[in-house]
T-cell receptor
Framework: GNSVTQMEGPVTLSEEAFLTINCTYTATGYPSLFWYVQYPGEGLQLLLKATKADDKGSNKGFEATYRKETTSFHLEKGSVQVSDSAVYFCALTANTGNQFYFGTGTSLTVIP | NAGVTQTPKFQVLKTGQSMTLQCAQDMNHEYMSWYRQDPGMGLRLIHYSVGAGITDQGEVPNGYNVSRSTTEDFPLRLLSAAPSQTSVYFC?????????????FGPGTRLTVT
C-alpha cells in the first residue's frame, strides 16, 4: 500500500541553525512527493514538490530530493528563521489512484 | 479568486446532532476532498470526488456523507455526531486527482462534539 513516515517532533532550533526533517515512503507505482507547511490557525500550503526520481524541489530556501533508491524525501534548510515555525507534512500521491497520503506532521519551533 | 472556502470556522455540536460542513472552490477544479486532522495522526482522507456526480470513500468514511452536485461545492454531512468526530476538518481541491497537481486547502473547520 501507500504510506508516508516522517520523523517525530517537536523540533526546536535556534535561528540560523540547519534543519533536516526526515521523510520516507512506501508506494505502488511511481509517486509524486510533496512537502506542505501549516502555519498556526491556517490550512496547509504547498511548500515544494518533486514528481520523479532525482528531482529536487525547492522553495523559500527549503529543498528536498526525491531518492528512489532510499524511498526518501527529506526536507532541508540551511538557515532557519523564526518565521519558519510551523508544522511540516510530507505527502505522496501515487499514479495508481486519486488519493493523497500524508505523514503525521513535524512541528518546528525556531527560537531567536 | 477566493480559492477554497469553508464554513463555519468553528462549531460545537451535541452528540446525536447532524450538520453540514460547507466547502466551495472557484478554481474550476475537478478533484475535491475532505480530511480530518487529529493530533499525532496527520491528515486522514474521509471522502473525495473526481467530478460532479462522482464520489468515493477514503480512509475514514464512517459517519460521514458527501455529494457533489456542482463542480464548485462539496459539502460534508455528519449524520449523527459522536465525540470521536471532534477534529479539525479540511477541504481541499486540485485540478484533477493525478500526481501532477498540488492540492489547495481551505482554512479548516474546528468541530467539537460534546
Amino acid at each position: 500500500g501507500n504510506s508516508v513516515t516522517q520523523m517525530e517532533g517537536p523540533v526546536t532550533l535556534s535561528e540560523e541553525a540547519f534543519l533536516t526533517i526526515n521523510c520516507t515512503y512506501t508506494a505502488t507505482g511511481y509517486p509524486s512527493l510533496f512537502w506542505y507547511v501549516q502555519y498556526p490557525g491556517e490550512g496547509l500550503q504547498l511548500l515544494l514538490k518533486a514528481t520523479k526520481a532525482d528531482d529536487k524541489g525547492s522553495n523559500k530556501g527549503f529543498e528536498a530530493t526525491y531518492r528512489k533508491e532510499t524511498t526518501s524525501f527529506h526536507l532541508e534548510k540551511g538557515s532557519v528563521q523564526v518565521s519558519d515555525s510551523a508544522v511540516y507534512f510530507c505527502a505522496l500521491t501515487a499514479n495508481t489512484g486519486n488519493q493523497f497520503y500524508f505523514g503525521t506532521g513535524t512541528s518546528l519551533t525556531v527560537i531567536p | 479568486n477566493a480559492g477554497v472556502t469553508q464554513t463555519p470556522k468553528f462549531q460545537v455540536l451535541k452528540t446525536g446532532q447532524s450538520m453540514t460542513l460547507q466547502c466551495a472552490q472557484d478554481m474550476n477544479h475537478e478533484y475535491m476532498s475532505w480530511y480530518r486532522q487529529d493530533p499525532g495522526m496527520g491528515l486522514r482522507l474521509i471522502h473525495y470526488s473526481v467530478g460532479a456526480g462522482i464520489t468515493d470513500q477514503g480512509e475514514v468514511p464512517n459517519g460521514y456523507n458527501v455529494s457533489r452536485s456542482t463542480t464548485e461545492d462539496f459539502p460534508l454531512r455528519l449524520l449523527s455526531a459522536a465525540p470521536s468526530q471532534t477534529s479539525v476538518y479540511f477541504c481541499a481541491s486540485s485540478m484533477d486527482g493525478s500526481s501532477s497537481y498540488e492540492q489547495y486547502f481551505g482554512p479548516g473547520t474546528r468541530l467539537t462534539v460534546t
